[in-house]
């Protein structure tokens, strides 16, 4: 175990992407697994906060301690184990997300939750419930974890494997590798019918170990897991289309969504992602990549994954789709080698870091929307956001996950007295997602940052029963102190 107190030391550990600043006493880098069960029994014993902490590539203070010790994962980065025969791969919690897609993708295969941020590590990501630009097509990460394992408050070990323990309707019984039982009553709870990371998971008969998927670090320590991965694609279509208005450009993205869900024929259109890009987000990249059209109202992301054989046909069919909602099809900018194709992924993860570049060098915290509503409601909630804002004479950027309805509305505000109106706007617009049957958070989580926004979508009592979850899993209240509750 290597243990930091120095102030020089453990800044690094007090700040996350998001530039939510914390305190605490020591941080803790544990070199294995075992190393963390007598760390974790003495602050349960002497009731000390604990916060895991990840990569800091977080957006809600979530691996940020007020007060405690901190854990880091840093060290716990080992793969253990790929079969590609039987595609799953297990791995520690402190392994970088693009490490082991670099892994993976030199033997042809992929984890398909992808998460803007590529340099989180995989605990994060189960933490969060990640997800990405080809959530489109493949869902969050929950949706690719077969098994956990667990470090509960008491220094318990909990291993959990998907399809093998389920609640008897609201009852939920676990048992940890010593034999201690647990018994949790799992709450009622009407969950939006949309992307959504808000809150611990809870339904009726689930599996237990969906329960701790998205927990963000308040109900245990993820140390290991098992994940699923799916091989390569042969070929991939992808490119950016400029629209002159935002309603073509959402028509389109409607259209896309449409044809996706009703088309299972290979040589039909089928986007695994579709994601979005108003006019201040291309001016706002286009220092950067010279190939986007300011000129434009919006552009639209796409990719489809595709064989040799259909590779032409499709490639026409999109064009002609794009005409259709009278995109300039002399401007689409297209990836026809491996080079453009990354080229264009770059473009599609730029514009979060960019953000987080701009917001970390005003010394402001980050003040984005991570909402995302019904698909029929879209529309009507996105130009209202935008509204809301320019009303106010804000800047920002508004970009997103549109396959799944779900919008990041960022606003970059030029000093403290445009945070505070920012700030309040932000509340506004999640209000407003919560009221057209909604989430505060798609994909990012709650964690220090959105409690209130949280407190929005469900009541005090519903609320409480989720935080008596919490208090049977951790009585003494130690871990992931401030999130969520």
């Known amino acids: 175990m290597i243990v930091k107190s120095a102030f020089d030391e453990i800044q690094i550990y007090l700040v996350d992407a998001s530039n939510f600043k914390g305190n605490c006493e020591k941080v803790f880098i544990a070199e294995s697994i075992e190393e963390i069960i007598p760390l974790v029994i003495d602050a349960n014993n002497k009731k000390i906060k604990i916060t895991v902490c990840g990569n800091h590539t977080g957006l809600t203070g979530s691996s940020i301690p007020t007060e405690g010790f901190v854990l880091s994962t840093e060290k716990l980065n080992r793969i253990i184990e790929i079969d590609f025969e039987n595609n799953y791969a297990i791995v520690e919690s402190g392994v970088l997300l693009k490490n082991f897609q670099d892994e993976l993708n030199t033997k042809g295969y992929f984890f398909p939750p992808d998460p803007t941020e590529t340099n989180c590590f995989i605990g994060g990501v189960i933490a969060t419930n990640a997800s990405g630009g080809k959530s489109f097509k493949y869902g969050a990460t929950r949706n690719f974890v077969l098994e956990i394992e667990i470090i509960l408050s008491d220094g318990e070990i909990l291993e959990l494997k998907r399809g093998k323990n389920f609640a008897k309707g609201n009852a939920l019984e676990l048992s940890t590798k010593s034999g201690k039982k647990i018994k949790i009553e799992l709450p009622e709870i009407k969950s939006p019918e949309v992307k959504n990371a808000a809150g611990y998971f809870c339904k009726s008969n689930m599996d237990a170990i969906d329960l701790f998927i998205g927990s963000e670090g308040t109900l245990g320590v993820i140390t290991k897991a098992k994940l699923k991965i799916l091989t390569l694609p042969v070929e991939l279509i992808s490119f950016v289309a400029f629209f002159n208005s935002e309603e073509d450009g959402l028509s389109f993205v409607d259209a896309v969504r449409t044809q996706t869900l009703l ?131 804000l800047n920002y950027v508004a970009y997103g996950h549109f396959g799944n309805s779900h919008l990041h509305l960022n606003i970059l505000p030029k000093d403290d007295s445009e945070f505070l109106v920012a700030k309040k706007i932000i509340a506004q617009i999640c209000s407003e997602a919560v009221r057209l049957n909604g989430t505060v958070s798609a994909e990012h989580g709650i964690g220090k940052l959105k409690k209130n926004y949280f407190q929005m979508m469900y009541n005090e009592n519903t609320i409480n029963k989720l935080f008596e979850i919490k208090k049977i899993l951790d009585p003494n209240l130690i871990l992931g102190d401030g999130n969520i509750f």
């Open 263 to 393: 088309n299972n024929n290979s040589g039909n259109i089928s986007a695994r992602a579709i994601e979005y890009f108003d006019k201040n987000s291309l001016i706002f990249l286009s220092e950067d990549y010279p190939e986007v059209d300011c000129a434009s109202a919006c552009g639209v992301w796409i990719e489809q994954e595709v064989t040799e054989n259909n590779f032409d046909l499709l490639i026409e069919k999109w064009y002609d789709l794009i005409k259709k909602f009278n995109a300039n099809d002399e401007k689409v900018w297209i990836g026809f080698d491996e080079k453009d194709k990354k080229k264009l992924k770059e473009f599609r993860h730029a514009i979060s870091y960019k953000v987080n570049e701009y917001i970390s060098k005003n010394n402001f915290r980050k003040l984005g929307t991570d909402t995302a509503v019904p698909d029929n409601n879209f529309k009507i909630f996105y130009f209202n956001s935008k509204k809301i804002v320019e009303e106010n004479n």
